[in-house]
């Protein structure tokens, strides 16, 4: 299939930059399973912007929401790349209302919340499920556009270049080679302007608030297109993600309480009912992300706790409820009424804040291609990202990504004749023995990452991953090559890809900063105060 604009992922991102890119021309989106299964669909706290006077928090302004942001991000924020997108923040909450998405209101105001890291309310959301309502209205007028192509349950295993395919002429991007997981068959998707628009890596890590989709594709995919890549180190763990060890299915393994909820005034607690994060910081509950996650990190090695709580008892009776109808709701579900008992909750892996390098345009190292949303890194984010800025930047950069693209690369300018594209070779369908393989090395893989390269680190645990890492890597190689692709391993490949990527940046990091704290280098140190970029050419 040939399409003028290939976009990978149905994300906030992705679906931003296809719906106006069809103004443009024809538009194919890629998804390896159900629309819906998106990092965009499960967020809950909401999407932070400064919005026009007489709109806004009073006494709010984008300077406090750009100081907020390099705060946060410890010294690594691009500041004219957070400038930018904040600049053009109420822009793309006018983009997503005129999509259809429904935020609340107070009257005729936007109902505001805050969250960690935040000085002001400026998080406009739906209830508790923000996220879930952007991707509805997306995905419904994605759906209506005629034309955009949704396809789902199609399993991007590799793009396709110039240089992998032996052309001497720079670089450049021209389709992928596509697996529509359903049937098994492998087709070529042809494009020379590519959206990379596939989300995290939470699932690299054993304990995550993502979906089972979250395992790096976009990154894997890119890197393993020459796309330098910057900053992997720096992972986001959620500081309260529901525990609940009786619990079975993915909901209960994955369940985010949001950060919204201490904004609202929920405190964390330990089992003796003292507010512990005090002493890390006198914003308490409500201080960025990786502070307050190793806070809950120190606390449970310090006490042998398997968890501490999320206490929102103090507040009146039915307002979580009212506020955060799907948290209530789940937790009831679970046995838990929140507004008579604490919350159980553990930190989790979250967000990734590097990614492919890219300029504020979304622009990366491989002529047409892009990367747009969590799977690209802007400089936005630096360290450690503010909470609630990840949509706000996933709808800014979308936009931008199409204008810069079609500057380059405008429809009508005559492109080199690429080189024809051969057909996918298929390896032998592995026996269901050999399948156990896949299973145990997805398992240790999450496993080795969680116990060495999670919320604290030591070069010790960086070059056991390192060793057990490079054996996995060849197995998986070696399988990949041997036998017919399924989107298992797929998966496993890109597993194996990211978590590579991850621990060779923590590794070149000898500092802690922000998200990538190291006992043996426990201190901040100007020398290392730049991105860590990685490049395979």
């Known amino acids: 299939m040939t399409a003028d604009f290939l976009v990978i992922g149905s994300g906030i991102a992705g679906l931003s930059f296809a719906l106006r890119a069809a103004k443009h021309g024809s538009v194919i989106v890629l998804t390896k399973g159900d629309a819906y299964e998106s990092n965009t669909a499960w967020a809950q706290g909401g999407i932070a912007s400064v919005l026009p006077e007489g709109l806004r928090d009073a006494g709010d302004s984008e300077e406090l929401h750009v100081a907020d942001t390099l705060d946060a991000g410890a010294g690594l924020c691009k500041e004219s790349a957070v400038r930018t997108i904040i600049e053009e923040g109420a822009a793309a909450i006018d983009d997503l209302v005129n999509y259809g998405v429904s935020f609340d209101q107070e009257g005729d105001h936007y109902q505001l919340g805050k969250e960690g890291g935040h000085s002001h309310r400026r998080i406009l959301h739906a209830r508790d499920t923000t996220g879930r309502e952007v991707a509805r209205a997306l995905i419904e007028t994605a759906r209506k556009t005629p034309n955009i192509t949704l396809l789902e349950h199609h399993f991007v295993i590799d793009l396709i270049t110039t240089n992998k395919l032996g052309a001497v002429v720079n670089d450049r991007v021209l389709g992928a080679y596509v697996l529509e997981t359903k049937t098994g068959e492998v087709r070529v998707f042809r494009s020379d302007r590519v959206i990379l628009a596939a989300g995290g890596c939470g699932k690299v890590y054993l304990y995550t608030t993502n979906p089972d989709s979250a395992t790096g594709d976009g990154v894997a995919l890119g890197w393993r297109a020459g796309a330098s890549v910057a900053n ?306």
């Open 232 to 537: 992997m180190e720096f992972i986001q763990f959620h500081p309260t993600c529901f525990y609940n060890p009786g619990a079975v299915g993915p909901e209960a393994r994955s369940f985010l309480v949001s950060e919204a909820v201490r904004g609202e005034g929920g405190i964390l607690i330990n089992a003796k009912g003292e507010d512990f994060t005090k002493k890390s910081d006198p914003r308490g509950s409500l201080a960025p992300r990786d502070i307050v996650a190793r806070a809950i990190d120190r606390e449970l090695k310090r006490t042998g706790a398997p968890c501490v709580y999320l206490d929102v008892t103090h507040k009146p009776k039915g307002f979580m409820k009212e506020r955060f109808p799907y948290i209530y709701q789940t937790l009831l579900k679970f046995g838990l009424d929140c507004e008579t008992q604490p919350i159980p909750v553990v930190p989790a892996a979250h967000y990734q804040c590097g990614g492919i390098l890219t300029d504020v345009n979304g622009k990366t190292t491989v002529r047409g291609l892009f990367a747009v949303g969590e799977v690209g890194c802007t400089g936005l984010h630096g360290a450690n990202r503010l909470a609630s800025n990840s949509l706000l930047e996933g709808n800014v950069v979308a936009r931008r990504a199409l204008e810069e693209m079609m500057r380059l690369y405008p429809p009508d300018k005559a492109a080199i004749e690429p080189p024809a594209i051969p057909e996918w070779e298929h390896g032998d369908t592995a026996e269901p023995d050999e399948l156990v393989v896949i299973y145990h090395n997805w398992d240790e893989i999450r496993r080795l990452m969680w116990d060495y390269v999670s919320i604290v680190r030591t070069d010790n645990r960086l070059r056991r991953a390192t060793a057990r890492l490079r054996n996995l890597k060849r197995e998986v190689r070696e399988f990949y090559w041997g036998h017919r692709v399924n989107a298992d391993i797929l998966e496993l490949r890109n597993l194996v890809a990211v978590a590579n990527l991850i621990v060779e940046c923590a590794t070149r990091r000898k500092e802690s900063r922000g998200l990538h704290y190291t006992l043996d280098y426990p201190e901040t140190n100007d020398r290392f105060c730049t991105d860590t970029v990685l490049r395979k050419f």
